[in-house]
């Protein structure tokens, strides 16, 4: 049964290039060999799913749940699922193979795809492109020195915003309320990692900033009072949050 939902919004900062990969046609002026995802007016933005595929990686790495074939992990058991975090919040598969769960498998956590704040870019100059930057890469001979196969890579600049960021956390049973804190602690991680391609190479660093968080009852939804419950004050970054959310859940609780 449904409790409420948790409405989470904030900003996320661009701290060194982003690239998170689309089409490859080369259809922007200029030709770039890896061009960044837009949406229809040609704008780049974050795909929810890019955030959350991430964020649930790196809490699997933090829980120990990497398989050894590589592939996302789900639980295929009733037992198992009912206490894993990882499949809870972010989700299984109900079609996947040898699956043996009669329990009901909602995904707690919807992340909506993340538009450009256009103000972010507009004051930047020398952009190469609308909105974007073109970065250059070489390979390096290493007999000769030289640089050899350079690449165009396109990318948002830093100190590109953005927003809004929003989340949706479905809360079933009053153990969604404390399985929330996981959710903020692989922003943690995600702060300290990267998103998106070429990270190893120092592309990809993200700051999430001005985080709100909402607690919808099922009731306000009845009464038409929705994100009238504002939970963590001043609590805006995912360090703060995991540091005082014991405050937080009292709200939740209360």
Known sequence: MLLGKIIILGEIEIISGLHIGGATTGLKIGGVDLSVIVDSEGKPYIPGSSLKGKTRSLMEHRLGKINSNGKVHMCK????Y???PICLIWGISPTE???NIDLPVYSR??????????????????????WTEVKTENVINRMKGSAESPRQIERVPA????????MVYNVFEEEDKKNLKYVFEA??????DYLGGMGSRGYGKVEFRNIKIYW???EDYEEGRLNQRLINEEFNTPSLIVANFDKILSKLQS
């Open 77 to 80: 058991k009733d037992d198992d």
């Open 82 to 84: 009912k206490n894993c």
């Open 97 to 99: 193979k040898d699956m």
């Open 109 to 130: 956590l919807i992340v909506r795809d993340i538009p450009l704040k256009e103000e972010s870019i507009k004051k930047m100059k020398s952009l190469e492109l609308e």
């Open 159 to 166: 100190g590109a915003v953005f927003s809004p960021m929003e």
């Open 187 to 192: 922003l943690e991680l995600l702060e300290h």
């Open 216 to 218: 919808n009852k099922k």
